[in-house]
């Protein structure tokens, strides 16, 4: 172009790029596993320093959705998509009020949107909730590394001058194994979603719900009452519902006593109870099912579960880090194993004898993912209808 002049040295290369191709000047970053594993890249333009687990999504879409689950919070998230930021951010995607990650570490990141109907571009949207992001890592070798390595704690950085403090801190941060995190992201208090004059009331636990989930309840005419974390079973019971969930949500399902004893005194009353997730977690434990941390957990939207009652395979939805200890409930006279993981052989839903109770170690509103368990909001449809008539 006539006029401009390309130096040859960085500083004007880079500002040019920001003047004329709408990009921000790129900073140096690293990545830093528990074990001293470094892994360097840039920073897509938000300095500061991001603490936790590190863990990874092998989806191919569904970035925003992914960003702001609530299951994901106190994780700093590898996305093993190479492109990430490209179609910008809608209100729509979003999973919560917020991101709920600790930090993003990408291959290529987007700066600029093509979705017509985005409201925004992904980098402006991490400005507004202050997340560090590290770009140009090389993935592919990170989660390999996570594979062969397991799950750990992790920090992302721009401060390279403090790597020695944050090394002393990432020490001492606390492991995802016995951390409760359901304080953290559940609602202050109780709220409606739905038609007042629907059909059936249920009484959801918000240990960390995504949007979508209590959306289908909704769409199948049920009005829906959201209650916090240590929410009673007096207190969900009040005002008469058809039927209880519970949500999933982040961290270790064992430090939720309250929720664990709400899921007793339900499945005891034998009332409609579906648990996803973390719920499924909890209602594992209310029946002395114990869980552990897996060495990786399962995240993204295209994992195999076989659906044992029905003989069909469904490709669903996961983000988990922690599961239930398939030997106790093969001894436990009073479940059912209805579906199981087909990579892992790992438990992936349960029900129980005799009780108005299921529960599903995967998300079946596919926020992202595939559609394949929507069927499992109908299954618990029919279980109100039952019991209500």
Request: overall charge neutral; aromatic content about 10%; proline content about 4%.
């Amino acid at each position: 172009m006539k006029g401009i002049v390309i130096l040859d040295y960085p500083f004007f290369y880079v500002i040019l790029l920001d003047k004329f191709m709408n990009y921000k000047a790129l900073n140096k970053a690293v990545v830093i596993l528990a074990d001293g594993t470094k892994f360097f890249g840039k920073s897509i333009g938000i300095d500061g320093t991001g603490f936790g687990e590190i863990c990874y999504n092998t989806g191919m879409t569904g970035y925003q959705e992914i960003f702001t689950d609530p299951s994901y919070f106190g994780q700093i998230m590898v996305t093993t998509n190479a492109h990430i930021g490209n179609y910008g951010v809608l209100d729509d995607d979003a999973q919560s009020k917020e991101i709920k990650i600790a930090g993003l570490i990408c291959k290529n990141f987007s700066y600029t949107q093509t979705r017509h109907s985005a409201k925004g571009d992904l980098l402006s949207y991490f400005k507004e909730n202050k997340i560090v992001g590290v770009s140009d890592v090389d993935t592919r070798a990170l989660v390999s590394y996570i594979r062969d390595n397991g799950a750990m704690n992790a920090v992302i950085t721009t401060e390279l001058d403090h790597l020695d403090e944050l090394l002393i801190k990432l020490g001492k941060f606390h492991s995802m194994d016995g951390m409760e995190l359901a304080s953290k992201v559940s609602t202050k208090k109780t709220y409606f979603i739905g038609d007042p004059k629907a059909k059936y009331k249920v009484s959801a636990l918000d240990l960390g719900v995504k949007k979508n989930i209590l959306n289908h309840l909704v769409k199948r005419d049920v009005y829906v009452k959201v209650f916090p974390y240590d929410s009673s079973f007096e207190m969900l019971s009040e005002w008469n519902p058809n039927g209880y969930f519970i949500s999933n949500g982040p961290g270790d399902p064992k430090p939720l006593l309250q929720a664990q004893d709400l899921a007793k005194k339900i499945i005891n009353k034998n009332l409609p109870l579906f648990g996803i997730c973390l719920g499924h977690q909890v209602i594992a434990i209310a029946n002395g099912i114990p869980t552990y941390k897996m060495f990786n957990g399962h995240r993204g939207i295209n994992h195999p579960v076989i659906n044992h009652e029905t003989g069909k395979g469904e490709i669903t939805s996961q983000n988990h880090g922690f599961a239930v200890d398939k030997e106790a409930a093969e001894l436990n006279p009073d479940i059912i194993i209805t579906h199981s993981h087909l990579n892992d052989h790992t438990i992936a839903g349960i029900k129980i004898k005799s009780k108005n109770c299921f529960s599903v170690q995967y998300h079946p509103e596919a926020a992202p993912g595939p559609n394949d368990s929507n069927y499992l909001f109908d299954q618990f449809l029919d279980l109100m209808k039952t019991f209500s008539s």
